[in-house]
């Protein structure tokens, strides 16, 4: 089968970003078939899993019932489920995404301090998840964009360890970060402020190259070199790369090295695999497994290397 054809061979949310992204077509076939995450496939299916709490699986961060005997972290909860219908695309001005989106607002609180959903918590990792899903689905969250400006560290990046006395940056943290900053400015326009913000987060990134330390060059962390999806809050090469892709611009020579990295690991159909995959409870698959061909991350890493020529 044509790669194309394999990757149009699959759930709506996939097949509309593969319109978008790889074929050219014309913005109405993207929009209609991108209509048909709320009513078909992975995206209807997830949104019939909210609970009559407004929650899934009956937590904010975290699902409930849960306790720390299970395996990893688990993916159920309300955040990462709405990362997920962000990701599928879902039409923020449908219908089913305002009620469900309405629900979360009226009844979802967060764990660590009773706030409610979209006015954020304390983690900067976790409150960029949170503004980029405010900013998409068309919520106030400008209190949590003023938070994370003023905490962004002297290096330009973010850290969840900052409250306990930590003063570098953490990739994994930045990135959320700034994949919500991007979504922020999207949806608002931005300010110069939130620019030069945006600016220095990048930074951080590109002075490492995606993937190494400033001090030695040494690769800081070999699973960023494997491709998950969902990424959660986690932090490889490809979704640094796809972060600079959806930023716009020209690729900045520093990435380089990344992007040839995602290209050697292009498989001889075509194709790239899904890789260290996070462990914990989930909705439903959405690939075949850890060494399989993966459409996400297939989708994903076209588009970069089309984007990076």
């Not at 360890?161 to 003063?167: D, F, L, P, Q, V």
Request: net charge negative; aromatic share 10%; hydrophobic share 35%.
């Amino acid at each position: 089968m044509d790669l194309l054809d394999w990757l149009l061979d699959a759930d709506p949310a996939i097949r509309w970003q593969v319109l978008r992204d790889l074929t050219g077509a014309p913005a109405a076939d993207v929009a209609a078939e991108r209509a048909l995450v709320e009513s078909e496939g992975w995206g209807a299916r997830l949104l019939a899993l909210q609970g009559e709490d407004g929650q899934w699986d009956g937590g904010t961060y975290f699902p409930s019932p849960f306790d720390d005997s299970e395996d990893g972290q688990p993916w159920t909860a309300t955040a990462y489920s709405l990362l997920l219908l962000r990701e599928f695309g879902l039409d923020p001005r449908s219908d089913a995404a305002r009620a469900a989106v309405a629900r979360v607002a009226a009844d979802s609180r967060w764990e660590e301090g009773n706030q409610p959903f979209f006015e954020g918590e304390v983690e900067p990792c976790i409150n960029g998840m949170t503004v980029a899903l405010g900013a998409y689905f068309g919520e106030d969250v400008d209190g949590v964009v003023k938070r994370l400006l003023a905490e962004q560290l002297d290096d330009g990046g973010w850290n969840c360890e900052a409250e306990r006395g930590s003063t570098r940056s953490s990739f994994g943290t930045t990135i959320n970060v700034l994949e919500g900053l991007l979504e922020y400015s999207r949806a608002t326009g931005g300010t110069g402020e939130l620019a030069a913000a945006r600016q220095r987060g990048e930074e951080y990134l590109l002075e490492r190259g995606l993937m190494r330390r400033k001090s030695t060059g040494e690769l800081i962390n070999p699973a960023w070199l494997q491709f998950s999806y969902p990424t959660r809050w986690h932090y490889d090469v490809l979704r640094g790369l796809d972060y600079f892709r959806a930023a716009g611009g020209p690729p900045d020579p520093r990435l380089s090295e990344a992007v040839e990295h995602v290209r050697s690991k292009r498989q001889p159909d075509g194709t790239w695999l899904l890789e260290n995959s996070h462990p914990g409870r989930i909705h439903f698959p959405l690939d075949d497994g850890d060494g399989r061909p993966s459409r996400w991350n297939t989708l994903r890493a076209l588009r970069v290397l089309q984007w990076a020529g």
